[in-house]
């Protein structure tokens, strides 16, 4: 029986963990994710839930001791933002090539500099090549779906990952909406017990984990983790699947959203998909034919499956909320425009760059996009630069 | 596991190169690094064992109170044992 609840995304990951009730939670507090250690320690304190907290004095201590726990067979989470992430940089790349599945509950926020506080994906964006699962939501009924299906998908047998939910800060972790939450009993029944094939505490079982490797061997260990990221594709499709059984709701690698006519679409990322919707149907009332592909999975990347639900429009906006710095647009642009030229697409497609620094993106604004890309496709690129920012004072 | 060596094809290897079985540093021949070599003058060697304890990478194996030969499988010629010496039973020679 589902409850009706109203909470803020960090409240919605907090009770998804104290019903997950992992074995171990390393953590180092930072805006905007400081309130879920903080839950989590207050559901501790109140015994609701078993989970051994450890304080650690730095986000790279935090991963560092998710790692040892997790590789002792401890079933272990973590939380982090912005710098905080970045200083985990060393251990991520620890983490997914022991092939240990923790689960780290990101809240996007911006890196340095400027020092601020608020939502952008630069943090888990710059994390996208280190070997971690990432798939992100639209608001805090999602985020709360995706963790519970977080341990299910990184602790399967084919996978065995470490996997990033995130969030993006404030917008999603800091805002009040309602929400639908899982009786605890289902979650548990869903998730599971965790046990791992091999683990630093098996009895009868001697084991090193993390063994240097001379270059005889390290290339054969890359392309093993690469197909345990491949494997991830279909172990993600069929944990949506169940969990589908168990809460009514649909997920996949991406959402399509009135996308199957459209002429015009936005691909984007996390909580401004919500606002992009209520342009599509603004301007679906006006006639013209507006759809949304939010991408639920980055990594793995599902370019084949974009590119193919992309495959009909004329032409395409694709967002990110993250400059990459490398003059030629954001990762998720760059990524997507290579899936497109391997589906031998020849499609319009421009690069925007938005709400950098918590910079607001407005319906307004999604709206004045939509007939770019109408002009777009009917006139070439000559009067729209590729690459853009949204938002920007100039 | 022992059957992993530099044929292997990327889909036998364990899950993150882990090792499910003990002391197989031994298996890893770490002296073939070595550019200087112990050697030990029995003459003048005492068989106090103090270079024993003091072998960074346990290459001294001891048998009834009495050292034998360096273990030259792992022994790298870092050279404490001569230094360590008290008698000068140990001197380094080039190469292996």
């Not at chain 1, 935090?62 to 982090?80: C, K, P, V």
């Not at chain 1, 993600?236 to 969990?243: F, H």
């Not at chain 1, 009909?312 to 993250?322: G, I, L, S, T, W």
């Not at chain 2, 030990?40 to 304890?53: A, I």
Request: glycine share 8%; net charge negative; aromatic share 8%.
């Amino acid at each position: 029986m589902a409850v009706k609840e109203r909470m803020s995304g960090n409240e919605a990951v907090a009770f998804a963990m104290k019903q997950i009730n992992p074995d171990v939670m390393p953590a180092f507090p930072i805006t905007p994710s400081t309130e879920l250690p903080q839950f989590v320690s207050s559901y501790i304190a109140n015994g609701e839930m078993d989970t051994e907290f450890i304080p650690v004095e730095s986000e790279h201590s935090a991963m560092s001791a998710a790692i040892g726990a997790e590789a002792a067979g401890a079933r272990t989470m973590t939380a982090t933002s912005s710098a905080g992430l970045a200083l985990m940089w060393e251990m991520l790349y620890v983490a997914a090539s022991n092939r240990l599945p923790i689960a780290l509950a990101v809240v996007n926020r911006a890196l340095s500099g400027p020092l601020n506080i608020n939502c952008e994906h630069s943090d888990s964006m710059g994390a996208r090549d280190s070997g971690w699962i990432q798939i992100y939501a639209e608001d805090n009924q999602e985020v709360y779906d995706n963790f519970i299906q977080a341990y299910r998908i990184a602790e399967h047998k084919d996978v065995m990952l470490p996997i990033m939910i995130c969030q993006d800060g404030f917008i999603i972790s800091h805002g009040v909406s309602n929400i639908e939450l899982l009786e605890e009993a289902d979650v548990r029944n869903f998730v599971g017990a965790y046990e791992p094939a091999h683990y630093l505490f098996k009895e009868g079982e001697s084991m090193a984990v993390g063994p240097y490797a001379v270059s005889a061997y390290g290339m054969e260990a890359k392309r093993a983790q690469a197909e345990a990221m491949k494997n991830a594709r279909q172990v993600i499709l069929d944990v949506a699947e169940e969990y589908k059984k168990i809460s009514g709701r649909e997920y996949g690698f991406y959402e399509a959203y009135r996308l199957s006519d459209a002429d015009y679409a936005i691909v984007a990322i996390g909580s401004v998909c919500g606002t992009i919707k209520d342009a599509v149907d603004a301007l679906r009332e006006k006639g013209i034919k507006a759809g949304l592909l939010k991408v639920r999975v980055f990594r793995p990347f599902p370019g084949k499956e974009l590119a193919d639900a992309l495959g009909h429009c004329r032409a395409a906006a694709v967002m990110d909320r993250c400059e990459g710095f490398s003059a030629n647009g954001g990762p998720l642009a760059a990524e997507l425009s290579a899936a497109l030229f391997q589906a031998k697409s020849r499609m319009e497609v421009v690069n925007i760059v938005y709400g950098l620094n918590g910079r607001d993106f407005t319906v307004d604004d999604a709206e004045k996009l939509y007939q770019d890309l109408a002009r777009l496709s009917e006139h070439g690129n000559q009067e729209t630069e590729a690459y853009r920012y949204i938002g920007l004072r100039d | 596991m022992t059957q992993i060596n530099e044929t292997t094809r990327w889909q036998d290897l364990t899950e993150g190169l882990q090792i499910y079985e003990p002391a197989t540093a031994k298996d890893f021949l770490t002296g073939e690094w070595r550019t200087c070599t112990p050697v030990t003058d029995e003459e003048k060697c005492r068989q106090c064992l103090l270079c024993v304890p003091y072998c960074p990478d346990s290459c001294i194996p001891v048998k009834d109170g009495k050292r034998l030969e360096f273990d030259y499988d792992h022994c790298k010629g870092c050279g404490i044992c001569a230094a360590a010496c008290p008698f000068g039973a140990i001197s380094m020679k080039e190469g292996k």
